[in-house]
């Protein structure tokens, strides 16, 4: 049974920094992902990173901002979001693929998913 952990959610005012981890139990070669999802509106891609750690990718509203990062010896994913905006208010959630050490920015493509963490930028 595969689990996500996500940890680091919070308030933050605007401009601030957070950095978020996803604990995940058993190794594996997939690639990883972060999505958010605001109230009223469906789950968006924020950030993926292969099985590596050679390849990321970010939607347009968090590049330059969030840093994508992994370290396989710990199981661990992370998002490194600085310059923080209101409309990054979310619930973040991890997620990871299941045979598959590619990217993706699709949700459909990810096998497990974490319980998510809340995130509030104030203005």
């Known amino acids: 049974q595969v689990q996500l952990v996500e940890s680091g959610g919070g308030l933050v005012q605007a401009g601030g920094s957070l950095r978020l981890s996803c604990a995940a139990s058993?190794?594996?070669?997939?690639?990883m992902g972060w999505f958010r999802q605001a109230p009223g509106k469906e789950r968006e891609f924020v950030a993926a990173?292969?099985?590596?750690?050679?390849?990321?990718y970010y939607s347009d509203s968090v590049k330059g901002r969030f840093t994508i990062s992994r370290d396989n010896a710990k199981n661990t994913m992370y998002l490194q979001m600085n310059n923080l905006k209101p409309e990054d208010t979310a619930v973040y959630y991890c997620?990871?693929?299941?045979?598959?050490?590619?990217?993706?920015?699709?949700?459909?493509?990810?096998?497990?998913w974490g319980q998510g963490t809340q995130v509030t930028v104030s203005s």
């Open positions: 997620a990871r693929r299941r045979g598959y050490s590619g990217i993706s920015d699709l949700p459909d493509e990810y096998e497990y």
């Open positions: 058993g190794r594996s070669n997939d690639a």
């Open positions: 990173i292969s099985w590596s750690g050679s390849y990321t």
